[in-house]
Structure formats: structure tokens, C-alpha cells
């Protein structure tokens, strides 16, 4: 059994709260860019409030952990490790709510390097105990967008948790492409898929959940997620949770919102096996360890 106090000293000592990486610079910065509607940190929201900056550093405090003063400015930030330990109860509960009912679980992250265990795990559980894990458009090509430009991506899956793929050798759209452009003409070529990358994107989540419905099928009983994943499906009426880190504030701000059922702080971007005991630990407190 794990004891709350053993999860504690655990989020401690790999960091995933506690003194975290993500300095507080960083997290000041994306307050500020949240409070402007920047569409790169929105995560896919369109927030019903006005959420000023000193909004947003007051809800990552009471929600985070993050340090409440406003002359707190660089430096070292944190992450309280209660509310994550608070947070993962909210997110066992959930959990265990769709397993009792059944239905269907789509997964997804923008943090393919680190998170893909997290969910997964969650997502056995559940098909152990009724539910069916769903991965559609499964190869499907879509051009994402970002301040960087449209990329050429496909959507994939690992461990049946939605990832995203670039095509590599393929420019951003409306930068030069004579190199990706065959000698003979024709389309520019846009060469193999990368490993899943980092994304804050909603369009994986729009893409997967547009192919459920066109195929007939019914929207999930829940979407496991972080980054867009959650924020794109809460924004949809799709009961969500997610992962967030300090510097992630539109997942909690979905939460405040009534858009994410449960918005877990903590840092995402530490190794990936520190997340095993997280989940055991959500999956113990649902009923559900095997």
C-alpha cells in the first residue's frame, strides 16, 4: 500500500514538486501571456473570465503552490506537494466514477517523453474494468499551428496514448521549400516522421474526437491528458483531467472554469519512471491496483 506519506517524500526527492525546475521567470512570463490571450499558452481555452496576471499567479498559488507574492520575481519557485497528492485523490475519484459507468477512454499528451506511462496505466485499468480505450484517426495528417509556423504532423499513438509526429524535412508553411521541392516539381517532399514531439496543441484532441463523431460513435467518457489534450477536450463539453506544471496555467484555469474535471500540478518534465508511483498511487486509492 501506498501511504500519503511515502508519495510526499517521493514528489520531493525527483523533484516533481517541491523546489521545481521551472523557474519562476518562466512562470511569470506565461501568466502575463495567458492574461493576453496568447493562443500558445491558451491550450485551446477561450476563458469566460478576464484573468488579469495577478489573477492568474492567485489561482496557480491556491492551485500550484507557486509562491503568492507579486515581488517575487525570478528565481526559484515551487510546487506544493499536498495539492498534487490533493489532486491525484480528485483525479482517482474520476477514475473510478468511469470505470463504474463504462464507456469509452481516449488518451493523448504533448509530453510524449515523460507522460505516455502516467496515462497509459490509467488507461489498462480501465479497460481491465469495463471501459474501452479508443484510438482514432490514427494516422491521420493535419497541419499544426504555432507561432513557429503550419507544420506538416501526423497523429499517432503510443501505448495507445495520443502523440504527435512531424514530418521531417518539411518546412513551415510560408518558409522557403525549394530544398523539399523534387527537381522534376511536383508536391514538396515531406520525408519521414519524427519521434512524438512536445506540443501544447488542442488540434490532436479536435482531430480524434471529429473522427469518433463521424464515425457514428459516441464522444468518450473521459479524456486522459495534459497540454491541449485536457484543455481541448474540456473546451468541447469532454470530461477531462490533466497534468500541468507551474508554468501551464490555462489547465487549472479550465478547472476553475468547470472545463477539467481535475488539474494536477507538478513538474512534466522529469523522468519518466518517477511518474509510476503517481499512478499506482491514484489507481490504489480508486479501487482499482492489480
Same mark, same amino acid.
Given at each position: 500500500m501506498i501511504k500519503a506519506? $511515502?508519495?510526499?517524500? #517521493? &514528489? &520531493? $526527492?525527483?523533484?516533481? *514538486?517541491?523546489?521545481? +525546475?521551472?523557474?519562476?521567470?518562466?512562470? &511569470?512570463?506565461?501568466? *502575463?501571456q495567458f492574461a493576453r490571450r496568447d493562443p500558445g499558452v491558451l491550450l485551446g481555452l477561450d476563458p469566460e473570465g478576464e484573468w488579469t496576471q495577478d489573477d492568474v499567479l492567485a489561482l496557480m498559488a491556491r492551485r500550484a503552490g507557486v509562491s503568492p507574492d507579486q515581488d517575487h520575481r525570478q528565481g526559484q519557485d515551487t510546487i506544493d506537494p499536498q495539492l498534487t497528492i490533493d489532486a491525484l485523490d480528485a483525479v482517482a475519484g /474520476?477514475?473510478?466514477?468511469?470505470?463504474?459507468?463504462?464507456?469509452?477512454?481516449?488518451?493523448?499528451?504533448? #509530453?510524449?517523453?515523460?507522460l505516455v506511462g502516467f496515462h497509459s496505466a490509467l488507461g489498462d485499468a480501465l479497460e481491465a474494468a469495463g471501459c474501452a480505450v479508443v484510438t482514432p484517426a490514427h494516422g491521420s495528417d493535419f &497541419?499544426? #499551428? @504555432?507561432?513557429? =509556423?503550419?507544420? @506538416?504532423c501526423s497523429l499517432d499513438y /503510443?501505448?495507445?496514448?495520443?502523440?504527435?509526429?512531424?514530418? $521531417?524535412?518539411?518546412?513551415? @508553411?510560408? +518558409?522557403?521549400?525549394?530544398? *523539399?521541392?523534387? *527537381?522534376?516539381? =511536383?508536391?514538396?517532399?515531406?520525408?519521414?516522421?519524427?519521434?512524438?514531439? #512536445?506540443?501544447?496543441?488542442?488540434?490532436?484532441v479536435r482531430i480524434a474526437l471529429a473522427a469518433l463523431a463521424e464515425a457514428g460513435h459516441p464522444r468518450p467518457e473521459l479524456v486522459i491528458g495534459d497540454h491541449g489534450w485536457a484543455?481541448?477536450? =474540456?473546451?468541447?463539453?469532454?470530461?477531462a483531467i490533466g497534468l500541468a506544471d507551474s508554468n501551464?496555467?490555462?489547465?487549472f484555469v479550465a478547472e476553475a472554469e468547470g472545463m477539467v474535471a481535475a488539474a494536477v500540478? !507538478?513538474?512534466?518534465?522529469?523522468?519518466?519512471?518517477?511518474?509510476? !508511483? !503517481?499512478? +499506482?498511487?491514484? !489507481?490504489q486509492q480508486a479501487g482499482m491496483s492489480r
Amino acid at each position: 500500500m501506498i501511504k500519503a506519506e $511515502e508519495l510526499y517524500a #517521493h &514528489l &520531493l $526527492e525527483s523533484r516533481i *514538486a517541491g523546489q521545481v +525546475a521551472t523557474p519562476r521567470e518562466n512562470n &511569470l512570463s506565461k501568466y *502575463a501571456q495567458f492574461a493576453r490571450r496568447d493562443p500558445g499558452v491558451l491550450l485551446g481555452l477561450d476563458p469566460e473570465g478576464e484573468w488579469t496576471q495577478d489573477d492568474v499567479l492567485a489561482l496557480m498559488a491556491r492551485r500550484a503552490g507557486v509562491s503568492p507574492d507579486q515581488d517575487h520575481r525570478q528565481g526559484q519557485d515551487t510546487i506544493d506537494p499536498q495539492l498534487t497528492i490533493d489532486a491525484l485523490d480528485a483525479v482517482a475519484g /474520476v477514475v473510478a466514477r468511469t470505470a463504474g459507468r463504462g464507456g469509452t477512454v481516449l488518451m493523448g499528451t504533448g #509530453h510524449p517523453g515523460q507522460l505516455v506511462g502516467f496515462h497509459s496505466a490509467l488507461g489498462d485499468a480501465l479497460e481491465a474494468a469495463g471501459c474501452a480505450v479508443v484510438t482514432p484517426a490514427h494516422g491521420s495528417d493535419f &497541419l499544426m #499551428h @504555432s507561432l513557429h =509556423g503550419a507544420r @506538416s504532423c501526423s497523429l499517432d499513438y /503510443v501505448q495507445r496514448v495520443g502523440v504527435v509526429r512531424v514530418y $521531417e524535412g518539411a518546412p513551415p @508553411s510560408g +518558409a522557403p521549400s525549394s530544398a *523539399a521541392v523534387p *527537381a522534376t516539381g =511536383g508536391a514538396p517532399a515531406r520525408g519521414g516522421l519524427s519521434d512524438p514531439v #512536445h506540443t501544447h496543441s488542442p488540434q490532436p484532441v479536435r482531430i480524434a474526437l471529429a473522427a469518433l463523431a463521424e464515425a457514428g460513435h459516441p464522444r468518450p467518457e473521459l479524456v486522459i491528458g495534459d497540454h491541449g489534450w485536457a484543455c481541448g477536450a =474540456g473546451r468541447l463539453g469532454v470530461t477531462a483531467i490533466g497534468l500541468a506544471d507551474s508554468n501551464d496555467p490555462g489547465v487549472f484555469v479550465a478547472e476553475a472554469e468547470g472545463m477539467v474535471a481535475a488539474a494536477v500540478p !507538478l513538474d512534466d518534465g522529469v523522468r519518466p519512471e518517477c511518474y509510476e !508511483l !503517481l499512478s +499506482a498511487y491514484v !489507481l490504489q486509492q480508486a479501487g482499482m491496483s492489480r
